[in-house]
């Protein structure tokens, strides 16, 4: 066969996102765009006011009495079970009936003509409630004797106790790691309109349309099937979307049921982020062995997470965590713990890394902890303790590391970065200056690409080949920007040999693709995309045996090129073809569907093999820092990121790049603060400071691995993209670390929380130089 260089579109090529230009130009359709039918109303959340009490009542009168108000939904008015919980525990309640949990929590939600009817109506119940004591972070619940939200999970190889006692250095320390708000463009949002029967159409900014359709289902006490959600497309998601949509969706549902209206639910942002789940802040207990050159012999770290009143995904959260706490790094003798912990704050949940990225920062802590104490680079370290061949290649999930490439790219990396010779400079420009100080870092990161719930890792897709040969695209995906949809029309479009224009990407709705994954874990493109070459290759299949047997030719000489179908010597153009079949009866429509192959996971052990593959990126960063105030700025940041075999390069490098400015901020300026009452001070863009286009490195160059390609069998042996180049802004947190250290002269570990914020460099140079 013939390459396929005239095909406009193919995979491993640059494509446009398909919704670029609406994007920039304000065309892209959101849910809070759909034209609202006549009689539509309105619904607002009312909220606590107090982290932990006793609900005694509520009256409603004054809200009752407002012009325009409709009525009231609570917990009464839930037609099927109240729970919205995604992991079926029972514990996440659309409203409460007996106990408030966290401050901001929603107890009801008013029904109005108007939103901001709805929204000042809300202000005016009367809650009656006894006040009952709270805990607020990890370590302050398992003080008072909270309870785990899920069960814990235990990671363990080797003998960690005897390891301990006969290394000739070992190292304790404590990090505590903050949380992060999602922070999309797009809120939360949800419309429901009441069909016949039990029948609801929800439309909503999801990604994970199923479980939302199972959710509204639970609520309203209905099948599954009579309920339908659609997702044209998110701004934005990060796995703030995954479960937090739930409650949204139901009360909207509930609310369209009973007055038999259309119904709209919208917050502001100071309740979107007050009312819905994080990143999961850690505390992190690690004790380190390692010998005097710097190679760890042992490792034992206990990941202490807030998740908050419920257990929502805090349980696959924290075992990522573990999953990642060993970054890329070998340790002969491990035992990691998780903690779980409930706390009186509003139930977290995923977020970009699904607690990878918290795993991975205990890693690097660990790496600059032995690096300060052997007074060696901290690269040197790292090189020392990755993973190799043979005994050197087992997690403390007990999975093999068999595709690692970390010795080419960070060597890469480190050549091009000319890391070595600015380290040098960096150390001597620090000597002289009194005031500003430098500090650079290269860090790696290995990211484990499958869900860990094993049953997560399938997926659905439905292609139509038009009579007249266009082609009609729906897969089980969500699009949130990431160009999710642009990919798997791309695989199409190379499958039956047409030009990217002839695919139409529909929205996700699932009317269409049941029961299908949240897009999410990085493998929206893995999975969504074999699904779909596999639905086409259905069609071809027919096709090709119509045109062998129409022509009377062998099967090997039906091929699909450029736009055209050869069949024997006859070139037929792909439309005609089609039209051709179609006549014949041929079924030019298929469901596809994928499941990842050799994963598997024993989490009463601890073992298994959770991930299909890793992906593997490194960064090199350098800041500046005044020790005067403790402010800084990123002064050069280089990236070499593995995709695998690119199937779309611009779109792949515009998301490590997003990934990469995401994972500096979470490290540098994103601080969630709550005061002794519980209350979220940092809720809007106001006391939230997610990074600036000011704050990006003053030089920033980002280059694929394009020497990379999957041992495994992937969509184009492709490789995820969305989650791993997240970890890579820890370049950043650690350059700041060694750029602090410097005012000590670099004999100790300045040990900095996350987030590194401004006061708290000031803190930590204003501590070392104390000590000195």
């Known amino acids: 066969m013939k390459d396929n260089v005239s095909i406009i579109g193919a995979p491993h090529t640059n494509v446009n996102h398909d919704s670029a230009v609406k994007h920039v130009t304000g065309r892209a359709d959101y849910t809070d765009d759909i034209a609202l039918p006549e009689g539509t109303l309105h619904a607002y959340l009312g909220v606590s006011d107090v982290a932990h009490a006793k609900l005694i009542g509520i009256d409603f009168a004054d809200v009752l009495a407002v ?26 309640p659309v409203f409460p009936t007996d106990t408030i949990q966290f401050h901001g929590q929603p107890l009801f939600a008013v029904v109005a003509e108007t939103r901001d009817i709805a929204r000042r109506a809300a202000e005016l119940a009367k809650i009656e409630y006894k006040a009952l004591s709270h805990a607020l972070d990890p370590i302050a619940a398992q003080e008072a004797g909270y309870p785990h939200v899920t069960a814990p999970l235990k990671l363990e190889r080797g003998n960690v106790d005897a390891a301990q006692e006969t290394a000739p250095n070992r190292i304790k320390g404590r990090m505590r ?9 797009e809120g939360h949002i949800a419309f429901a309109l009441p069909g016949e029967d039990d029948d609801v159409v929800v439309h909503c900014s999801t990604q994970h349309p199923s479980e939302a359709q199972h959710m509204v289902a639970h609520v309203l006490g209905v099948p599954s099937n009579a309920v339908v959600v659609n997702v044209r497309r998110m701004g934005g998601g990060f796995g703030g979307k995954e479960s937090q949509m739930n409650l949204f969706c139901a009360v909207a549902a509930i609310a369209a049921k009973k007055w038999n209206r259309a119904v709209k639910i919208r917050p502001d942002r100071d309740q979107d982020m007050t009312a819905t789940g994080k990143r999961h802040d850690f505390v992190i207990d690690y004790d380190v062995a390692h010998d005097d050159d710097g190679r760890i012999q042992a490792v034992d770290g206990c990941f202490a997470a807030r998740c908050g009143y419920s257990a929502d995904l805090s349980g696959p959260v924290t075992d990522r965590a573990l999953f990642h706490a060993d970054n890329a790094y070998f340790y002969p003798n491990v035992r990691l713990n998780s903690r779980p912990m409930k706390t009186n704050t509003v139930s977290n949940t995923a977020f970009r890394g699904f607690g990878g990225p918290q795993g991975v920062i205990a890693a690097e802590r660990m790496i600059e902890e032995i690096a300060y104490a052997t007074g060696k680079d901290p690269l040197d370290i790292r090189k020392l303790n990755f993973y190799g061949s043979g005994e050197r290649n087992i997690t403390p999930y007990h999975q093999k590391v068999e595709d690692s490439i970390l010795d080419r790219l960070v060597g890469e990396l480190e050549e091009t970065s000319q890391y070595r010779q600015r380290r040098q400079d960096i150390i001597a420009f620090n000597k002289t200056s009194a005031i500003l100080k430098k500090g650079i870092a290269l860090t790696p990161v290995k990211f484990g690409i499958s869900f860990t719930a094993t049953w997560y890792n399938q997926a659905g897709a439905l292609v139509h080949v038009y009579n007249d040969g266009s082609i009609h695209l729906n897969h089980g995906g969500t699009e949130m920007g990431q160009g999710l949809n642009t990919k798997v029309a791309q695989v199409v479009a190379e499958a039956f040999q047409v030009d990217f224009s002839r695919i139409k990407i529909t929205k996700t709705t699932t009317e269409k693709v049941p029961n299908t994954s949240a897009t999410a874990a990085s493998s929206g493109t893995d999975l969504n995309g074999m699904a779909a070459l596999n639905a086409v290759e259905q069609i071809k299949e027919r096709l090709v045996k119509f045109a062998s047997e129409t022509w009377g030719v062998a099967p090997n000489e039906v091929v699909f090129l450029a736009n055209q179908v050869h069949i ?5 153009p792909f439309e005609a073809f089609i039209k051709q079949a179609y006549l014949a009866r041929v079924q030019l429509s298929a469901a596809g569907f994928y499941k990842t192959p050799k994963i598997h996971w024993d989490r009463a052990k601890g073992q298994g093999r959770p991930f299909y593959y890793y992906a593997y990126g490194a960064s090199c960063s350098e800041v500046t820092i005044d020790t005067l105030t403790g402010e800084y700025r990123v002064e050069r940041t280089d990236v070499l990121h593995d995709v695998g075999r690119s199937l ?8 490590v790049e997003g990934a990469f400015l ?28 997610i990074p600036l286009a000011s704050d990006r490195p003053r030089i920033f160059n980002v280059k694929l691995a394009d020497w990379s390609e999957n041992r495994e069998l992937t969509i184009k042996r492709s490789k995820a993209v969305g989650e791993p180049p997240f970890m890579l802004g820890i370049s950043v947190f650690e350059a700041l670390s060694m750029a602090v250290a410097s005012v000590a002269d670099y004999r100790e570990c300045p040990r900095l929380d996350a987030p590194a914020t401004p006061e708290r460099v000031l803190m930590a140079v204003d501590r070392l130089q104390k000590s000195t």
Do not use: F
């Open 662 to 689: 995401q994972g500096m901020g979470w490290l540098t300026t994103e601080e969630l603060w709550w005061d002794d009452a519980g209350r979220l001070r940092t809720h809007a863009p106001s006391t939230y400071k």
């Open 67 to 92: 012009p325009g108000v409709v009525g009231v939904i609570t917990a009464n008015d839930v037609p099927g079970v109240n729970d919205i919980s995604p992991t079926h525990l029972n514990d996440e």
């Open 648 to 655: 779309n390069p611009v779109l792949d490098k515009g998301q």
């Open 177 to 185: 790691v903050g949380g992060q708000d999602h922070m999309y463009l």
């Open 568 to 572: 024997g010597q006859d070139v037929l």
